[in-house]
Each structure stands twice: as C-alpha cells, then as structure tokens.
C-alpha cells in the first residue's frame, strides 16, 4: 500500500491544475536547541487552504457533519489515489495543499460521512493501516480534533512522511504499564494499544471528546497513540495555525520574517501560551487516563 501510494502521489503531483498551493514552496530547517525542532514556510499554502487563514474562534469537539459544506465525497475522481477495505470503503485522496512529502488523506468509511469525531472502529481502521506502512520508518497518521484545527468536518487522517522531534524524546512511565509522557513543552501522551487494548485507548480519547477538551492524535507504525490534549484553538492567536505537527516540534512559520526569527525559545513560549493546558488539568487528565487502564486491566 505504502509503495502504491508514493508511487500515484508522485505521478499527481506532476499536474499543477491538482494543487491549490504548490509543494515545491516549502522550505525547512532546524531550529538551534536542545529540542531539535523544526521551522517550515509556504507563503501560498496558508491563502490557498480551502479553510485559509484561521480566525481565532471557539470550536466544540463535537458537530454534525453537513452535507451542504465541503466534504471529501466532493472530491474529483482525479484526487483519489486508492481504495481499501470492504469494497472500497476506505479512501486515499491527495493533499491539494500538501505540507509534506506524500502528504495524503486518510478517510475511513468514506460515503458513511461521519463528521470529525474518533469513533472506534476509525481508530482501529487507522491503526491497520499504518501498522502496513513499515518501508519508511517518520510514516505515520495523523488526526485534529475540532477545536484542535480539523478544517474539515468529515472524518478523516492525514498520511504523512516527517520526523517529528518530540516522539524521539525521553518519556517517563506512569503508574500503568504502556502509558508513558514524553519530556515536551506541551502535554504528549503515549498510549500503546498493544498493552493497553483498543477499547481502553479508545476510551481514553472519548473521555476528552466528552468533556470538550482538544487534542491531536499520531498513530504509530508500532501501534503507539501519541495523544496531545490541549486549550481550544481560540486560544491560538498567533499568525497560524498550530495543529498536530507544530505541537511536536515541527513548527510553521506564518511568515517570512517568523521563519527568519523563530527561536526555540520563542516557539517553546508560544506552546506554552497558546496550547498547553495548565497543569492541573493536565495531572487530572493523567490521573483519569490511569483510573481507564486500570479499570480495562
């Protein structure tokens, strides 16, 4: 599968007429630290996003999905890279405003049009797929909660090819076997399904759906899901948005002069700031995680 794709991902990106900003226009480099982080800039990506740039407003995690607004049924034929599962059911569409290398979409169940809201049988569906995509070790899946800058509200993950500095940082364990949290500005929490089971994990992420609490999801070629709750996108008043990759240290700039500037400190102050939650709630979350996986032991 992951070979199929890079192959038809390169194949489409030969045809300007597909983007809506242009891959070629981003650039990348590290940022001096002891946390390896790093910047990325494209000044067209961020006014061709079919969301553009986005206004600092409150989200609920939770909507129904709205077939008069943009949803990937709408999609060309001609985005579609693949289909898996059970006739199909599952698809892979280009990134139109790709940040990545092979940056695609992910859409579980695809004419079910469920909104932006885990459901279980997504996550498990995200967890096989990635599990198969081992030829390229930074592979992984990624998901935005709403409130967490899921532009789309129609279920879906993105498939993408980057390291991201914060999943090679020190952990520390917690009190539950397979529960670990990573040494990081923000709050990062590593929850190996294959300890703790799919219905606890699952559990654990309902639980901050339920009490409206934002968070970003990676899934990890090894079954790790890296769960970063955080505060309400409203609450990111900065030039651009910052969602899954820009939590775990992969930073992007909203201008020229920010990508010239940006410092780890700088950056490690705008998460600390605009994303992470204080921490009191974020030991509450913990301790609520635990009481889950020991309940399902």
């Known amino acids: 599968m992951e070979d199929a794709i890079l192959t038809k991902w390169s194949s489409m990106s030969k045809d300007d007429s597909l983007f809506k900003s242009p891959f070629a226009a981003w650039e990348q480099k590290e940022i001096t630290g002891s946390l390896n982080l790093i910047v990325r800039y494209s000044d067209p990506h961020w006014g061709a996003k079919r969301g553009g740039r ?13 077939a008069s607004k943009f949803n990937f049924t709408k999609v060309g034929d001609n985005e579609i890279i693949t289909t898996f599962g059970d006739g199909g059911q599952h698809a892979v ?26 459901f279980k049988k997504a996550l498990q569906t995200g967890i096989n797929f990635i599990s198969d995509c081992k030829q390229y070790p930074e592979s992984c899946l990624l ?37 670990s949290v990573v040494d990081f500005p923000t709050q990062v929490l590593v929850l190996s399904t294959l300890v703790l089971g799919l219905d606890a994990v699952f559990e654990a992420i309902d639980f901050l759906t ?29 030039e651009h948005r910052i969602a899954v ?36 709630q974020c030991q509450f979350i913990i301790s609520t995680l ?6 399902h032991r």
Not at 165 to 172: Q, S, T, Y
Not at 210 to 228: C, D, H, K, P
Not at 250 to 278: H, N, W, Y
């Open 54 to 66: 986005h206004n600092p407003e409150r989200v609920n995690l939770v909507k129904e999905f709205d």
């Open 93 to 118: 569409i280009f990134n139109v405003s790709p940040m990545l290398l092979c940056h695609s979409l992910i859409v579980p169940f695809l004419a079910e049009c469920h909104p932006q809201v885990m």
């Open 143 to 179: 998901f935005n909660s709403l409130g967490a800058f899921a532009s789309v509200n129609h279920f879906h993950f993105h498939y993408v090819r980057q390291h991201l500095p914060a999943l090679v940082c020190p952990r520390r364990k917690t009190n539950v076997d397979g529960f």
């Open 210 to 238: 339920t009490n409206n609490i934002a968070y970003n999801i990676v899934i990890t070629q090894i079954g790790e899901v890296i769960l970063t709750p955080r505060k309400n996108q409203d609450c990111n008043t900065g």
């Open 245 to 280: 990759i820009e939590i775990l240290g992969c930073a992007t700039a909203g201008s020229r002069q920010e990508f010239d500037d940006i410092t780890e400190d700088s950056f490690v102050a705008t998460l600390e700031k605009e994303i992470r939650l204080p921490d009191d």
């Open 290 to 295: 635990e009481n889950i996986f020991q309940r």
